[in-house]
């Protein structure tokens, strides 16, 4: 019997799953209570995706011999990855408290599959109390808490796993550091893992975010190249495409933004799949187009500026914007714009209004819609439209947001008219002598009006921006640290040679940008603004 079992045992070893179950069926045949033997052909059953069938055999196993905690863990990790973690978390926590680091270890992953981030981080710390230098679990562990969004344990805990050399917590702590404005700590990592991770595309895209974001373009340029040439994914496109945008290299930019089709894309109502172009097609001929909105607000208006050089071209063209915008694209485009998607005629092809640039292919990159260019002259400002706050509860968004006291307190002597279509707090308005137009402001066209009408609008990154600066209005955009790829190259100073220049967008010439110097200061933003508006500066 002992013979048969280490032949089994050896072929098992050697993962010939079949010659071990032959041994365990012949050890079966003698002794159908070997428990043992049951196991091991179980793990064979397993290994060669009889997967119910290995359930079913190791449960035999238990029922022969129960107190095999080892098995109970195998199964209840085998009803887990069979899409069963409920079953599994009911075996391991008869076995609670445990001094087997594996039982914990399974019982949070089986928790991290229904999404009980709290238990699956308590029972990873089991693990590191039993073995303190188990880097699997502080790898695991680290994963929890960037699902809570706990940065702070999560780089705590890839640290430690980093030090004993565990490099999937490097990458992830490289992550971390980016995420916290800490590039060159990021690239020091990076740089050391290059060799031992030359074939991971997604590597390589992380290390082109670092580069891109520490400013250092060429490289960053290179990186994303290299993972884009071992994966075409979708996010290696875009974000080739935002940083070279950034940098005014529009043939290339746009064709790489086009990877964003790539992603699974939602289409308007109405918009017939079979008819919409492909990614990288653009042979659009003597034929009826349809081109409809994609994304948001603002990418609808500043790519809007591309729609009367394909009607001058001579198409039949049909536009459907979103509901907020069809009052302003009729007054432009008149019959041409759909208020729904019922009034649709036949069309032959369709295409999203960011994809024009792309579609109409090489020289047709001067960007701005404005004839003329409107400086921001400050003998002639008196009202001031604000904007500070995005709706969305996204990180960017409130990355992007500012608290309006903070705005309103730098514009005391202007007359003020907030912008906001939410509306703006009674005592906000009336600490500050402002006026909320947001009872008469019900899409874009009557928010045009308004606008107008004022001097100045100074504003965050929101789709206002982009109204006011395609139609000529003055405007100051106050930016995080690290800003759209629209408004620019990253890393343009607010000052040169000790004039205010501001951040400058080949998009809209009548918009100065007012960046961030430190991610999250403000403080330094507004005193500018405050200068800039006290007659500090000169544009």
Sequence with gaps: MNTYFDSAKKAYKNQDYKTCISHCIEILSQDERDFKAWKLCAFCLWEIGENLKAIEYLEHSLCIFEDDILAWVSLAEMYRKTHQPQKSIEILSRFIPSACADLYFNLARAYTDIENFSQAIKYYKEVLIISPNDVEAMYNLGNQFLRIKDIKNAKEIFEKASDLGHKDSKINLASIYCDMFEEQKALEIYRSLKKSTSENAHFYFNYANALKYALNFRESKKMYKKAISM????????????????????????????????????????????????????????????????????????????????????????????????????????????????EITSYDIAFSIPSLPYVLGEGLFELNLCNKVSPLCLKEINKIGVFFTSVSNSKDSMQRSIPPEKLLECLKRFEIYSLQPEGTAINVCKKFDAIDLSSKITDFKSTLKYLKKLDLLITIDSAIAHLAGSYGIPTIVLLPKRYDWRWGKLGQSNFKDGLFVGVRSNWYHCVIGIAQEENGDWNKVLEILKNFLNGAYNV
């Design 231 to 342: 994966t075409i994914d979708p996010a290696f496109l875009v974000n080739y495409a935002y940083l070279i945008l950034s940098l005014g290299e529009y043939q290339e930019g746009f064709m790489s933004y086009q990877g964003r089709l790539l992603f699974e894309n939602i289409l308007p109502m109405g918009v017939d799949k079979k008819r919409v172009l492909l990614p990288f097609d653009r042979e659009i001929g003597q034929k009826n187009i349809l081109i409809y909105h994609e994304q948001g607000f603002g990418d609808t208006l500043m790519f809007s500026r591309f729609i009367d050089k394909l009607i001058s071209l001579g198409k039949n063209v049909q536009i459907l914007p979103q509901p907020e915008l069809v009052s302003l694209f009729c007054d432009r485009w008149g019959e041409r714009v759909k208020k729904h998607h019922r």
